[in-house]
Structure formats: C-alpha cells, structure tokens
C-alpha cells in the first residue's frame, strides 16, 4: 500500500469511528443525567477517551499525509498512535471496572492498580493487554446477550467481537502489514454496529 | 443510583430500590393502566407501603410528572412531561441493557 494511501485510510477509519465514539459518549451521558447511574457515566468516559484517542491519531495521520508523508512528520504518525494507545487502554480499561463494579466482586482500588499509566508505543505486549480487555469485555456482553436475546445486546456483542478481532489484526500487522486494512475494517465494522445500536435505541420500530 | 445491599445477610442478594427506580415504577404502572390508574393498582403494580406511595405521589405531583384526574375517586395519570420523562427513560434503558447495565 503507498504511504499517502495508508495515512490516507487510516485517518479517514479514524475519523469515521471518532464520529460513532462520541455519539455513544453522548447517549451514556444522556443516560447518566437521567438515571444518575455511575456505570452510564463510567460508559461515557470510557467512549470519550476511546473517542479522543481516535481523533488525535486520524489528526497526526492527516498532518502526515498533507505534508506528504515527508520523513520529518513521520515521528508524528507515532506520538498520535501512543496517544490513541493510551487513550483506548484507559477507555477499554474503564469499561472493564464499569462491568466489574456493576457485578461487585472485585474491589475497586486492586483493579485501578491494575490499569496502566505509562507511555509506550506500538508493539505487540500492549495491543495484547488491549485484546485482552476487549476480550473481557465482548464476553461480558455475550453473556448480557445470552440473557435476554435482544437485538441490541446483539449488536453490542458484535462490535467489541469486531473490535477484538481489529486488534488481533493490529497485533499482527506489527509483523505483516498486509494485515493493517483488515484490522481497520474490521475496527470500523464495530464501530458501525453500535452505531447501528445507538440508532434503534433512538427510533425504535 | 443503584442500591447497595441489604444488611440482613440472609438477603444479601436482595437490593434497595433507589428513590429514582421507585419513582419509575409508579409512573410506569399508570402507564400501564392506560394512564389512568387508581391508588391502589400503584400500591400492588410498584410494590409500596400505603405511606410510602402516598408519600411518592406527593413528590412525583410536586415534579409535575403526574396529575390527578377524577372528580369521587382518586386516579392518576402522567402529564406530558411525564409521558416524556418516560420516553426518555425507556431510550435510556434500552441503551443501557444493550450494554448489560441495569439501571
């Protein structure tokens, strides 16, 4: 894949899944000003940091390609990819609590302790802590599913199954990157699923 | 906000309604009376004490949420906000299920 194309891509998947990632924030925050329920404001903080980490990483994509993938601009491509990295450990780690502190098993302070706070770039340790949250999560959502059968409980399941399977991609794009369209399809396909959810949610039939 | 535990061990599954929930509850029993409902059917729809609906109706009334229809008979039904209220509600809650969070 040509340089251009691949910043290219990659800022406009980026973009696409900010847009998505800041609608469920936004709903989640709806909610938590109806219900005052803290799992809903855990959900919103969770979408916002994922979210954020997504525009900041499409943003350094596009300051590369307009400066037309020049090697200067390069180390940029990175910092933006450690902030989203960063962004979607805490954001993904989050939700993970939120599930926890909803079941009430665990206490909360061993599992803070538990969620990194360092700076690290791409490699394959940190996609594989990133998998096995998004794991952790897509099984609490398939058990979610298994309970009621409901279409959206569904579409939730699928997006963090899709979502594990990105980062699967991702983590073995670090060795072949014909992998990387792949895991941004397949990241973008989550995305549009809970798109998909937020959009029956808002104009049920 | 969701309630913690009960204090007899016996119930520690059980939990506390949340004065939110409660309040819910009430209201979606009158919508479920075609929203017109009796004190009455609240009491068993929502599960109150006598006291305790009274008490929760007063609130919910002083909200503007619910009214009170009928001339001889008390009977209660939502007001537009409140039909809204519900509305939103039911988003809110379908969004959260679809995560697996109760609420």
Same mark, same amino acid.
């Given at each position: 894949?040509?340089?251009?194309? &691949? ?40 979408? %916002? ?26 180390? !940029? ?18 939700? %993970? *609590?939120?599930?926890? @502190? ?19 770039? +791409? ?21 979610? *599913? ?20 990105? @980062?699967?991609? &991702? ?17 973008? &396909? ?9 959009? +029956? ?5 | ?39 009455? +059917? ?11 609906? %009274? ?7 002083? !909200? ?27 988003? %809110? ?11």
């Amino acid at each position: 894949m040509p340089l251009a194309s &691949f910043f290219g891509f990659d800022s406009l998947m980026e973009f696409i899944a900010f847009v998505i990632a800041i609608g469920i924030a936004n709903q989640a925050l709806k909610g938590y000003r109806l219900a005052k329920e803290r799992t809903l404001l855990y959900l919103n903080i969770s979408f %916002v940091l994922i979210g954020a980490g997504l525009l900041v990483d499409g943003l350094s994509s596009l300051i590369v390609l307009m400066a037309g993938a020049r090697r200067g601009f390069l180390y !940029l491509f990175a910092v933006g990819y450690s902030i989203n990295f960063l962004a979607q450990l805490v954001g993904y780690g989050i939700l %993970v *609590y939120a599930y926890i @502190h909803q079941a009430r098993n665990v206490n909360s302070t061993a599992l803070l302790a538990a969620v990194p706070f360092l700076f690290f770039e +791409r490699n394959a340790v940190t996609e594989l802590i990133l998998i096995f949250l998004l794991i952790y999560i897509a099984t609490q959502t398939w058990i979610n *599913y298994s309970m009621n059968k409901n279409s959206n409980s569904m579409l939730v399941f699928g997006a963090f199954a899709s979502l594990s399977i990105a @980062h699967v991609f &991702f983590l073995i794009f670090t060795v072949a990157p014909i992998f990387f369209p792949f895991a941004q399809v397949a990241q973008l &396909f989550g995305f549009l699923l809970l798109l998909a959810m937020l959009l +029956r949610v808002n104009h049920p039939t | 906000m969701m309630p913690g535990k009960q204090a007899e061990p016996a119930k520690a599954t059980a939990k506390y309604r949340s004065q939110f929930r409660i309040y819910v509850d009430i209201m979606s029993v009158i919508q479920r009376e075609s929203n017109q409902a009796k004190p009455t +059917r609240i009491l068993y729809g929502a599960n109150l004490s006598h006291d305790r609906l %009274v008490k929760y109706l007063e609130e919910l009334k002083a !909200l503007g949420v619910i009214q009170e229809i009928g001339t001889d008979d008390k009977i209660y039904s939502l007001t537009q906000k409140g039909i809204e209220f519900m509305n939103n509600f039911r988003r %809110v809650e379908s969004f959260a299920s679809a995560f697996g969070f109760k609420i």
